[in-house]
């Protein structure tokens, strides 16, 4: 059983129930969303063979105080730097450090900045330099994928359409679907309900409300979708080592779709790639 419960009655706890918001909720999260999406922006300019992780860390964070925002992740649950970067076959939760960046790696960046409260979450791959055709052509199809979910928001639709939409591109482009990690509900919280799954089927899962906050951010994998997880606790690596890529845009539901709030206001949605057609 499902339950909603409109977001500003409920405890600041996830206790399972999805939130509903309204106006203020959306414009709340179109404050922290855009500032995350900036950063974003600027980090295209920044990441090149020879940077480490270490200094996009440090940006992060002092991009975020520059403008009176705290990096969600920055001791989240033990955890020490204000944003993720996973490099390669790093699924996600790479762990900034001084290992600097090579000519072909793909990089993930993850950045939330908090904002009066409000929780702003978005991801990018970057390409380091000039890279394979093959990495190339995994963060098209990762991309293209987060497009074809957020495509298939809209009330009344259930909550598997969006992960149908993923994995039916995604295996048809012959890449997997890591299914250990998922999109969430966001807000006021930083994970809240529901869980996003980026695999299934349309007929699945919870149905979509007008109101609802969520993330889309499907981890892609050139080869299988099995991934373990290092010593750290954090970092998730596929078992095959091959590729990963991932986008994440922060998403409400509308009462005829749904708003990206992670929109790059400079056009960089997939940095280094060709311009979509159309």
Known sequence: M??????FS?????????????????????????LTARCLDELAGIVKPGVT?????RFVLEFGLDNDA???TLNYRGYTKSSCTSINHVVCHGIPNDKPLREG???NIDVTYVVDGWHGDSSRMYPVGEIKRSAERLLEVTHECLMRGIAAVRPGARLGAIGEAIQTYAEAERCSVVRDFCGHGLGRLFHDAPNVLHYGRANEGPELKEGMIFTIE???????PHVKVLSDGWTAVTRDRSLSAQYEHAIGV????????????????????PPLKG
């Open 53 to 57: 992780t270490d200094e996009i860390d």
């Open 2 to 7: 499902v339950n909603y419960i409109e977001a």
């Open 10 to 34: 409920a405890p600041m706890k996830n206790t399972g129930a999805i939130r509903l918001y309204g106006p203020e909720g959306f414009e709340g999260m179109r404050k922290a969303c855009q």
């Open 105 to 107: 790696d793909i990089v």
């Open 254 to 273: 509308t009462a005829t779709g749904c708003e990206i709030f992670t929109l790059s206001p400079a056009g960089l949605d997939r940095p280094g790639l």
């Open 218 to 224: 499907p981890m892609i994998n050139l080869g299988r």
């Open 70 to 72: 705290i990096p969600a």
